[in-house]
């Protein structure tokens, strides 16, 4: 059986292991204590416009202020004198103070800020909806053969608000129309009241923070194949439980608390074999091995 096992007793980390019986097939590792940022959505306030990188600063709240290039800067937030314009100057299309709304796209990397852009992505269960951008939508890549000429017929049942595209998520294979305007219509609620926020603040602060490690998890990881979803932890389940109620109820039945003496990941076998990852020398079955 292909289990999804949550071990969230320490502070310092959450794992997500995925098991084909004791066989580890996929590791997800987070410090909780950390601030993940990438998805988040801000207000920010354009501090810098460079010509010479084609891209504007952004003081979104953090430490360093981010990097927006020209390529990610939707026309809505050009001044309306350059509105008409094809690629207009990025000094003549931005201006210095302005508020915008910004995702980051990448996590700050040594002194480098965050990567943002305009172009907004929620990720739902079954679609991931770009509420201001058209023409961008279509199947994931991951989607092949059958199933994605079956996906795209799915997708183009459902009714698209004008301006917004959906990009389909292999959670989202052999779902229908119905299954999918239901998850759409939860996006575009979070998208109404992202807006309203906006309005009511000053820049810059946080208007939406990504689903944290175990919703993503679940979000992500949870399909059909999948017989069992432990976790060793009463709140984190407690967490999980409400968040698998409200998206997925069908699969309440699959999610349970973990309440073994024994440590689940040592249950399942899984410790020796995250050690056996993490060496630098790999054993081959022909009796050599890698450095």
């Given at each position: ?19 084909d019986g004791q066989l580890l097939y996929d590791l997800n590792i987070e410090a909780p204590a950390s601030e993940r ?25 953090a430490e360093r202020h981010g990097f927006l290039p020209m390529k990610e800067i939707s026309t809505e937030y050009f001044v309306r004198d350059n509105k008409g314009t094809n690629k ?204």
């Amino acid at each position: 059986m292909k289990r999804m096992l949550i071990n969230a007793t320490q502070e310092e980390e959450l794992r997500m292991a995925m098991v084909d019986g004791q066989l580890l097939y996929d590791l997800n590792i987070e410090a909780p204590a950390s601030e993940r940022k990438k998805g988040n959505i801000y207000k920010g306030k354009i501090t810098r416009v460079e010509p010479s990188l084609e891209a504007a600063f952004v003081d979104y709240g953090a430490e360093r202020h981010g990097f927006l290039p020209m390529k990610e800067i939707s026309t809505e937030y050009f001044v309306r004198d350059n509105k008409g314009t094809n690629k207009p100057n990025i000094k003549d299309a931005l201006k210095e103070g302005q508020d915008i709304v910004v995702q980051v796209e990448k996590e700050e990397r040594g002194n480098k800020g965050a990567a943002l852009t305009t172009f907004v992505s929620l990720a739902g269960r079954f679609i991931v909806l770009k509420p201001n951008k058209d023409h961008s939508g279509g199947v994931s890549r991951r989607i092949t053969g059958d199933d994605r000429d079956h996906a795209r017929q799915a997708l183009n049942e459902v009714d698209v608000p004008k301006n917004m595209s959906l990009i389909l998520r292999t959670a989202g294979i052999d779902r229908n129309a119905e299954e999918l305007t239901w998850d759409l219509q939860n996006l575009l609620t979070i998208w109404k009241a992202i807006l309203n926020v906006v309005l009511e603040r000053s820049s810059p602060f946080l208007i939406y923070r990504e689903s944290d490690s175990v919703v993503r998890a679940l979000r992500d990881y949870l399909t059909g194949n999948i017989g069992e979803i432990l976790i060793d932890d009463k709140a984190t389940y407690i967490r999980a439980y409400e968040h698998v109620k409200q998206t997925m109820p069908q699969n309440l039945k699959k999610l349970k608390h973990y309440v073994d003496p024994v440590p689940l990941f040592t249950r399942f076998q899984i410790e020796s074999q995250i050690e056996s990852a993490f060496v630098h020398n790999v054993t081959l079955p022909s009796g050599g091995s890698i450095v």
